[in-house]
């Protein structure tokens, strides 16, 4: 089955414990990205790669890290979690790397994070 | 400037009757992507519909249609002969030309609660 899957699905944590959470696509997807959810504010776009070893910061990168070693993962890293980062993330892949308007992006099923 | 509004926090709607759900946006792009997604209760992001600056027709996809409208800059998402499942959040998105399509913004969303 096509998918983008994540884990965990759910963390809680305490304020400056590194964590990784795992993003992995089976679709041979070019372009992969990170988003969190926050009420009020819709998604907004942490950093995404358009392709292995290239990757860019989107809207709200502070705080965040990313690594686009494999086509396939884009693992989301937070060296130094703060309870402002408490959020729904979701990571999402397209097809292609290169500019293309109607590329659709598929989403993973989010995992909600807390930083106590 | 908000680069994607919906105005509506929420909407209200009797099973089998219509809705629209309003999406304005702000680019000085010639070229851009307009989508929707649905977020039901359980959390995942569902792609629903795309349309392009340049088509010339409406998008349909089922009961899924795209009210576009370029010189008004909107892009409102109608849903015919609604249903149960129907109730979700609905975030309309956008990909510019003046970020080499790479990154999606999205608006805060509308919640749509569908009565028996």
Known sequence: EAQVTQNPRYLITVTGKKLTVTCSQNMNHEYMSWYRQDPGLGLRQIYYSMNVEVTDKGDVPEGYKVSRKEKRNFPLILESPSPNQTSLYFCASSLEGFPNPSDTQYFGPGTRLTVL | AQKITQTQPGMFVQEKEAVTL??????????????????????????????????????????????????RKSANLVISASQLGDSAMYFCAMREEGTGFQKLVFGTGTRLLVSP
Not at chain 2, 57 to 63: K, Y
């Open chain 2, 22 to 71: 309003d999406c304005t946006y702000d680019t000085s792009d010639q070229s851009y992507g307009l989508f929707w997604y649905k977020q039901p209760s359980s959390g995942e992001m569902i792609f629903l519909i795309y349309q392009g600056s340049y088509d010339e027709q409406n998008a349909t996809e089922g009961r899924y249609s795209l009210n576009f409208q370029k010189a």
